[in-house]
T-cell receptor
Framework: AQKITQTQPGMFVQEKEAVTLDCTYD???????LFWYKQPSSGEMIFLIY??????QNATEGRYSLNFQKARKSANLVISASQLGDSAMYFC?????????????FGAGTRLFVKA | DVKVTQSSRYLVKRTGEKVFLECVQD?????MFWYRQDPGLGLRLIYF???????EKGDIPEGYSVSREKKERFSLILESASTNQTSMYLC??????????????FGDGTRLSIL
């Protein structure tokens, strides 16, 4: 069965430093997509970055990059030059092909605290 | 701008009641999802739908049912509410496609309390 694991319940980072949030996944489907979302204290879910299972390059989006290691089934989010506004919950999610639809599941999340 | 609207932001119901949570999207998306969010557990998928009148169970469907009579509307039903269904419920939608890189769009959530 498909599964997403985020092993870091909470992380601290100093402002302006880089931080890596871990995500491992498990699926038997060769076609899948990986997403990262940010959820600030206000509660809205904000899409950050996407990586497809067949993509050759690691995805990047501004200060966000995805360290995709397919053989290890990991898709870690790297945030460079952390800002105070990066303090939030971060969720890793996986969409996989499925007969009749495309199920998307989420990890338990990592709460990031950025220190001034 | 794309919009997923959940009918209530806060809801208080009693044990045993039948509860309806409504979700409407204006983006003509094929896929719609219901999740519940609990601290330490992240978002857990209850049900999803990939077309009108089609539904599939997620990871925690027990005690819930869904209805999708129109493409834009996806309803979550708690058949007989129990206190362990107190949670934040999130609705989401996205376009269909086997290689879709389109993210889900989420509603603001409904914080449901069962007394």
């Amino acid at each position: 069965a498909q599964k997403i694991t985020q092993t870091q319940p909470g992380m601290f980072v100093q402002e302006k430093e880089a931080v890596t949030l871990d995500c491992t996944y498990d699926t038997s489907d060769p076609s899948y997509g990986l997403f990262w979302y940010k959820q600030p204290s206000s509660g809205e879910m904000i899409f950050l970055i996407y990586q497809g299972s067949y993509d050759q390059q690691n995805a990047t989006e501004g200060r966000y990059s995805l360290n995709f290691q397919k053989a290890r089934k990991s898709a870690n989010l790297v945030i460079s030059a952390s800002q105070l506004g990066d303090s939030a919950m971060y969720f890793c999610a996986m969409r996989e092909g499925h007969t009749g639809g495309f199920k998307t599941i989420f990890g338990a999340g990592t709460r990031l605290f950025v220190k001034a | 701008d794309v919009k997923v609207t959940q009918s209530s932001r806060y809801l208080v119901k009693r044990t045993g009641e039948k509860v309806f949570l409504e979700c409407v999207q204006d983006m003509d998306h094929e896929n719609m999802f219901w999740y519940r969010q609990d601290p330490g557990l992240g978002l857990r998928l209850i049900y999803f739908s990939y077309d009108v009148k089609m539904k599939e169970k997620g990871d925690i469907p027990e005690g819930y049912s869904v209805s999708r009579e129109k493409k834009e509307r996806f309803s979550l039903i708690l058949e007989s509410a129990s206190t362990n269904q107190t949670s934040m419920y999130l609705c989401a939608s996205n376009p269909a496609g086997a290689d879709s890189n389109q993210p889900q769009h989420f509603g603001d959530g409904t914080r449901l309390s069962i007394l």
